[in-house]
C-alpha cells in the first residue's frame, strides 16, 4: 500500500472531478469533495485540508499541512503552482472588529462573515507559512516569500515579502521558456 490514493480509491473519494496522475495523500482531508475539482498531475501532501468550491489546475503540489477553506466561496489555483508547507488560503474570515460574534458554533445571525473568491494564477509560488486572506487574486508568475500575508491583490511576475505582503522586485518569465520546451517534450 502506497501513501497516496489508489485510482479506485480516487474514485470514491465522491471529487467533483479529478485529471490524470492525481495523487492525494492517505492523510489529507477533504470536507465537501463533492466540489473539489483537480486537473492533471496534482500532489496533495500529508496533514492538507481542503473544503469548499475548489479547483485546482494542472502540475499543480499542494506541500504538507497546507490548507486550503473555501466555504460558501471559492478558491482556483492555476497551473504550474506551488504552495509551501503550512500555507492557509481562506476564502471566508470572520469578522474580526468585534461587531459580531465570530466561530462556526455562534448562531449565524450574530456572526459576520466575509466571503470572497481567491484567485491564484499560473506558475505562482507561495512560500511556506504564506496566508492568503479573501477576495485576494494572486496574478500569474507572482512570488510570494516565507511568512507572508497576502490581504490585497498581487501583481502578476512580481516578488513579493511581508507581513502585509509587499513586492520587492519583478520576477524572471524564463520559466516560460521552460515551460514550453517541456511542452513540446511531452506532446
Not at 60 to 74: E, R
Request: include cysteine.
Amino acid at each position: 500500500m502506497t501513501s497516496y490514493y489508489s485510482e479506485e480509491e480516487l474514485k470514491d473519494l465522491g471529487l467533483a472531478e479529478y485529471g490524470e496522475d492525481v495523487r492525494i495523500s492517505r492523510k489529507c482531508s477533504m470536507y465537501s469533495s463533492e466540489k473539489i475539482k483537480l486537473g492533471n498531475h496534482v500532489r496533495i501532501d500529508d496533514f492538507c485540508i481542503l473544503s469548499g468550491n475548489i479547483v485546482i489546475h494542472d502540475y499543480v503540489h499542494i506541500s504538507a499541512y497546507t490548507s486550503l477553506f473555501a466555504g460558501h466561496s471559492k478558491i482556483e489555483v492555476g497551473s504550474y503552482c506551488a504552495l509551501s508547507s503550512r500555507c492557509a488560503v481562506y476564502a471566508e474570515s470572520d469578522d474580526y472588529s468585534g461587531d459580531s460574534m465570530v466561530n462556526p458554533l455562534v448562531p449565524a445571525q450574530f456572526r459576520h462573515i466575509q466571503s470572497e473568491e481567491v484567485n491564484i494564477g499560473n506558475h505562482v509560488i507561495v512560500g511556506t507559512g504564506g496566508t492568503i486572506l479573501p477576495g485576494v487574486s494572486v496574478g500569474e508568475g507572482a512570488s510570494v516569500g516565507a511568512m507572508s500575508l497576502i490581504i490585497r491583490d498581487i501583481e502578476p511576475w512580481t516578488i513579493n515579502v511581508g507581513i502585509p505582503c509587499k513586492k520587492i522586485k519583478e520576477r524572471s518569465r524564463k520559466l516560460l521558456e521552460y515551460e514550453q520546451e517541456w511542452m513540446k517534450e511531452i506532446h
